[in-house]
């Protein structure tokens, strides 16, 4: 069984900055794909960002050279680093991994490239509320 706790809530002002974390228990850490979400109120669950199992990441255009993402194989946790925050930021955070056939190089089932498909993952923290104002 697979648990993923995110933590890292809070709200801070436009242009500021925040870091998320999700501390992931249950599974070999350093094998899996692990990923980023987000979701807007009134919108859809979407993907920001993903590390894979040997460490190469992938972004969303829309956060790429604002937030990094990483990990911490010791402590067996992710992190999300975001800068240069907006209000449109303001979303509910989640991380999560992917269905075992997506797999720990988080390349899509049915392209072989890198994916911040939502259906492509199936396991999911609870989420933390970050606040841009």
């Known amino acids: 069984h697979v648990q993923l706790v995110e933590s890292g809530e809070g709200s801070v002002q436009a242009g500021g900055s925040l870091k998320l974390s999700c501390v992931a228990s249950g599974y070999m850490y350093s094998t899996y794909c692990m990923g980023w979400f987000r979701q807007r109120a009134g919108a859809e669950r979407e993907g920001i960002a993903t590390?894979?199992?040997?460490?190469?990441?992938n972004y969303a255009d829309g956060v790429k050279g604002r937030f990094s993402i990483s990990k911490d194989n010791a402590n067996n946790t992710l992190y999300l680093e975001m800068t240069r925050l907006d209000p449109w930021d303001t979303a509910t955070y989640y991380c999560?991994?992917?269905?075992?056939?997506?797999?720990?190089?988080?390349?899509?089932?049915?392209?072989?490239?890198?994916?911040?498909?939502?259906?492509?993952?199936?396991?999911w923290g609870q989420g933390t509320q970050v606040t841009v104002s």
């Open positions: 590390i894979n199992r040997d460490g190469k990441t």
């Open positions: 999560a991994l992917p269905y075992r056939r997506t797999g720990g190089d988080c390349y899509s089932v049915t392209s072989d490239l890198p994916t911040l498909d939502v259906s492509e993952f199936g396991f």
